[in-house]
């Protein structure tokens, strides 16, 4: 007869056997809360409600170096604060900045995905201070979201890394489990990641590109951005995925070395994170002359339109276009922006020059195409009144436009252009 | 109307489940550990729970923590450990709604582009799509082109043909542990239960041996292929009815017709299980053997073994992994299957079988129904070890 062990171990079946047969050889367990913790991670234990968690506190002066860039490079104004931020954030932010990114135990989300590492950094009196929360077991996350509550409180803006979709939902979720209010909810929130997408997607193209690093060169992942930005490239980081697995390791054996290097790469993403915001937000307090590439200038004046700034936006999308490095593609977008800027600023012959741009690049995509022969024809036959030119324009459209209603519609302009062709032209012998 | 009383005499129907079928419970376990820590005095289901968290434990999936999650509790919490979930996964995505495993073979289209146009459970793969088999999907025929068995895709192209296809599955099951019942079964047998059956644990290989061509309508056999295709194996439960030696030697006929007519029983009593268990033909398995390891048949008719031992045994396993619950039922029910299987047989009008009873005659041989009978007859009035030899009169079963 077979044990409910044994069978167990048929149904569930795989990698178990390497597990169970590992069983006696594994170190004796030690207990998690034993000091090598402390001293493996270079932390100190503070204690709540009967529960010890470790927290990590670092600080970086003005004259620490990043790659390329010194922290005194990335610091924010006396007052604490960007004058331009909020254009990140979706709507206004208040100051007091606090960068957060979390380590997790799996990518799922839900009530089984534990937040182990916590990594909070703030500036403060011109250096940048990290405050990292570890869960050294499990019974203690309770006390440690009460800490990171207390920290959060105070914090006037959170800023994250795909922190929208991950990092801020995760977290919530942790502190809702523990019928605890989380600071972060309500609080003003830019995940940099959209804005760094906007500026900086493609500036990977002309570097090196890293063969360790598995993510295409389009990617936008905050290592790779800080390659680019700061000239920083890690070394003997720790890749995401095996992440998990060394804080199982940990839980499971209490062996807390492999996880020194975790904490260094979350330490490495919260400086990241803080530089990477810095150079966001003090190029758009230069200006659109700041811009070093076409992608940025782009990137900025789709910032300054979001954020009502039609001035900065029309002319930073003008830098765009003037740019030498700037393909094809990239050229006809940051034209057709300019032209749109234009004509929201009621200035229809910029707009027009900019849509006549468009139509002489040599390989324009077809939808932008599309566009600009539209607004030419509708710009010459109602501003203009230049029937030709918009009959012309009508035709182009007609050549590049497969949507039959948009056919339709361009036809039935066609043979009003036409209409109105003939009427002055039987005019003048009307008169006479 | 031939049968009035099936309908109007019977019972409310019932329905049968297995709760602890392991294979589902060790997911549910997981899924459930994912959301909400079990302490570790916790209890769940009919085993134990700690024992299966245990387990997975060594899997890495859980790990045992010391304390209370809720630092509020009092002191005598402390004996109480948590087990927390520790695996990166988000279990529920591996839990299949429709099959036990999450395993599958897609079916691809191959007519025009290539289209998903289905998906099999791990266990049906083989039987409904090895080469050649005929794949009907929204009344529309599919010949299966290609099997890819490690990359668990098949090939399809649309065709037009007047036939289906069955596949020949050759099954042979070694018993594990007797539950219950048999006079020499190992199981705690009592008084009541019936003498020649048991219910219990069995190991299940199966491997599709052939398929036969079957047209429509008529149910012709219009063919058939040889396959060799992968051995499946799964652990079950089964309940099984034994020959004895003494039955078998007491049959007046020879050695071929006493096969045909453990054959047809098999056949009729499938019938009666599946409408007393109220389940698919599918759910259930039948396979004819000694239950003992290292058997090995001769397989040439149709997958049937050519010979039977000298002491036979009929076993109707759950078709699934870990069984579904069927098994002690129809144990518990052997009687009215052993009675209706032979009224089955008995009232059935044809000749010499047909599919409604032991079989259709090609498949089972000419004396299939009578053979069967009399099998049937003679274990009921051999509740034990004595027999009257060569009794050519056996009483008959009141109806």
């Known amino acids: ?432 | 109307m031939r049968n009035p009383s099936y309908f109007f005499d019977a019972s409310p129907e019932h329905a049968l489940i297995n709760p602890d079928n392991l294979h589902i419970l060790v997911d549910h376990v997981k899924c459930a550990a994912f959301e909400l820590p079990f302490t570790t005095s916790e209890e769940y289901g009919r085993h134990n729970l700690q024992e299966v968290l245990g387990v997975l434990e060594e899997g890495g999936f859980v790990h045992r923590a010391a304390g209370s999650m809720d630092s509020q509790r009092a002191e005598g919490a402390h004996e109480d450990g948590v087990w927390q979930w520790t695996n990166e996964s988000y279990p529920a995505d591996a839990v299949s709604l429709r099959s036990i495993s999450s395993d599958n073979f897609v079916v691809v289209d191959t007519t025009h582009d290539a289209d998903v146009i289905g998906e099999t459970s791990f266990n049906s793969g083989p039987s409904t799509l090895h080469e050649k088999a005929i794949y009907i999907v929204e009344a529309a025929l599919y010949q299966v082109e290609k099997l890819d068995f490690e990359g668990r895709k098949a090939y399809v192209r649309q065709i037009d043909c007047d036939y289906y296809t069955d596949a020949i599955t050759y099954t042979k099951v070694t018993v594990l542990d007797t539950f219950a019942g048999g006079a020499s079964g190992s199981g705690g047998s009592t008084q009541q239960d019936p003498p020649h059956s048991c219910h219990g644990e069995v190991h299940v290989s199966s491997r599709v041996v052939g398929f036969k061509k079957i047209k429509f309508y008529t149910n012709e056999n219009v063919g058939s292929g040889e396959l060799d295709l992968p051995e499946q194996e799964m652990h079950t439960t089964a309940y099984w009815l034994t020959i004895p030696r003494e039955v078998m030697a007491a049959l007046p006929y020879a050695a071929d017709d006493r096969r045909d007519g453990v054959v047809g029983l098999s056949f009729a009593m499938r019938q009666v299980a599946q409408l007393l268990l109220m389940c698919d033909r599918h759910d259930i398995g039948i396979s004819i053997g000694s239950g003992e390891q290292g058997e090995q048949p001769d397989l040439t008719r149709m997958g049937q073994p050519v010979t039977v031992s000298d002491e036979p045994r009929i076993f109707v396993y759950d078709n699934y992994p870990g069984g579904v619950g069927f098994s002690e039922p129809l144990f518990r029910m052997d009687e009215e299957l052993r009675r209706r299987t032979h009224d089955l047989i008995a009232g059935c009008e044809c000749q010499s079988g047909c599919p409604t009873c032991v079989g259709p005659v090609g498949n089972t041989g000419p004396m299939a129904k009578r053979v069967a009978l009399r099998i049937l007859e003679l274990l009921h009035s051999t509740p034990s070890t004595a027999l009257t030899a060569g009794a050519d009169a056996a009483p008959a079963l009141s109806a």
């Not at chain 1, 940051?334 to 690049?361: E, F, H, K, P, S």
């Open chain 1, 1 to 432: 007869m077979t044990t409910l062990s044994d069978r167990l171990r048929g149904v569930i079946g795989g990698g178990l056997k390497v597990h169970g047969g590992s069983k006696e050889q594994d170190p004796p367990h030690v207990c998690p809360d034993s000091d090598a913790v402390a001293e493996v991670l270079d932390g100190e234990w503070h204690e709540r409600s009967g529960q010890r968690y470790l927290v990590v506190d670092r600080m970086y002066v003005p004259g620490y170096r990043h790659g390329s860039m010194a922290l005194a490079d990335g610091l924010p104004p006396s007052d604490g604060m960007w004058p331009r931020l909020s254009l990140l954030a979706n709507g206004s932010c208040g100051s007091r900045l606090l960068f957060i990114d979390l380590e997790t135990t799996g990518i799922a989300g839900g009530a089984g995905t534990y937040a182990f590492l916590v990594g909070c950094g703030w500036f403060a009196g011109g250096t940048f201070r990290i405050r990292q929360f570890f869960l050294s077991s499990f019974t203690a996350e309770r006390a440690l979201l009460e800490a990171v509550g207390e920290l959060g409180a105070d914090a006037g803006t959170v800023v994250t890394y795909n922190g929208k979709s991950f990092d801020v939902p995760l977290i919530e979720t942790r502190f809702a489990l523990h019928r605890l209010t989380s600071p972060f909810g309500e609080m003003p929130h830019i995940d940099m990641l959209h804005p760094a997408r906007r500026m900086w997607r493609h500036v990977q193209k002309d570097v090196p590109y890293n063969d360790q690093q598995q993510d295409a060169p389009s990617s936008c992942r905050l290592s790779t951005l800080e390659q680019q930005l700061c000239g920083y490239v890690r070394d003997g980081d720790v890749a995401g995925f095996e992440i998990p697995a060394r804080y199982f390791r940990y839980v499971h054996a209490g062996d807390p070395r492999p996880l020194a290097a975790v904490l260094e790469h979350n330490r490495l993403d919260l400086l990241s994170l803080a530089l990477v915001t810095a150079r966001a937000a003090q190029l758009l307090e230069d200006g659109p002359t700041a811009a070093r590439s076409a992608r940025e200038a782009l990137g900025m004046g789709r910032l300054y339109e979001r954020g009502g700034m039609m001035a900065e936006a029309k002319s930073s999308f003008a830098r765009a276009i003037e740019f030498g490095d700037a393909d094809e593609d990239l050229r006809a977008e940051a034209l057709r922006a300019y032209a749109m800027v234009a004509r929201r600023l009621r200035q229809y012959d910029d707009a027009a020059d900019a849509w006549r741009r468009v139509l002489g690049l040599t390989e324009c995509p077809r939808p932008i195409e599309r566009e600009a022969s539209e607004a030419l024809a509708v710009h010459h036959e109602h501003r203009r009144r230049d029937f030709v030119s918009a009959r012309d324009f009508t035709l182009r459209l007609l050549d590049v436009d497969e949507n039959v209603t948009r056919r339709q519609a361009a036809e039935y302009r066609l043979a009003r252009l036409d209409r109105k062709l003939e009427s002055r032209a039987a005019q003048p012998a009307l008169l006479f």
